[in-house]
């Protein structure tokens, strides 16, 4: 059974960075995609990114100017970087792993922007 | 860029059949996928590969795709199906991943 935790601020001023780290415990680390989602309060969800373990990666033409997805092997982590981030990114934000009928989600962090 | 298109409701009574849809000019090349969102919780997914259903998902779900338009059925619907449907796609090319805009299904 694959768990993924994830953690990183939760409260940012706009134009700061917002820095996920999503952590993968137990399964195959390789043989999954590993992806970041995100849903504004009250609303629906929106894909924004994936990487797999070669770190080739994959964006939401709307966010893909400001991403930047990594990944560490040796740690089985993945990581999220969203910069100048304004009010409309306020949302939950989700980790997932994904491979074939395997699906797993991290807890989702609560990240707000406001002055 | 690429959107898929979902009914905000669909409202059935308990034990009766409900469908939800998903039209995207892509489907007919690319594999849809259904998640369960219930209310504060993560989404969970329950069809993949347009029909497949993963190990612990009730045999009642079931799925299909034709042409443009995917489909998600809930035969016999219970109560506690109600939770909101997301279709997820990707676009023609498999460059990047969409989701539908959510269809929130009422069981009462």
């Known amino acids: 059974q694959v768990q993924l935790q994830q953690w990183g601020a939760g409260l940012l001023k706009p134009s700061e960075t917002l820095s996920l780290t999503c952590a993968v415990y137990?399964?195959?680390?390789?043989?999954?995609?590993w992806t970041w989602i995100r849903q504004p309060p009250g609303k629906g969800l929106e894909w924004i990114g994936e990487?797999?373990?070669?770190?080739?990666?994959k964006s939401s033409p709307s966010l893909k100017s400001r991403v930047t997805m990594s990944v560490d092997t040796s740690k089985n982590q993945f990581s999220l970087k969203l910069s100048s981030v304004t009010a409309a990114d306020t949302a939950m934000y989700y980790c997932?792993?994904?491979?074939?009928?395997?699906?797993?989600w991290g807890q989702g962090t609560m990240v707000t922007v406001s002055a | 860029s690429y959107e898929l298109t979902q009914p905000p409701s669909v409202s059935v009574s308990p034990g009766q059949t409900a469908r939800i849809t998903c039209s995207g000019d892509?489907?007919?090349?690319?594999?849809a996928y259904w998640f369960q969102q219930k209310s504060g919780q993560a989404p969970v997914l329950v069809i993949y590969?347009?029909?497949k259903r993963p190990s612990g998902i009730p045999e009642r779900f079931s799925g299909s795709s034709s042409g443009t338009m995917a489909t998600l059925t809930v035969s016999g619907a219970q109560v506690e199906d109600e939770a909101d449907y997301y279709c997820?796609?990707?676009?023609?090319?498999?460059?990047?991943?969409?989701f539908g805009g959510g269809t929130k299904l009422t069981v009462l």
């Open positions: 990487i797999n373990h070669t770190g080739s990666t």
């Open positions: 137990g399964g195959s680390f390789n043989d999954y995609y």
């Open positions: 590969e347009d029909s």
């Open positions: 997932e792993g994904n491979h074939d009928a395997l699906d797993f």
């Open positions: 997820y796609s990707t676009d023609s090319s498999g460059n990047y991943g969409v």
């Open positions: 892509a489907l007919p090349k690319k594999f």
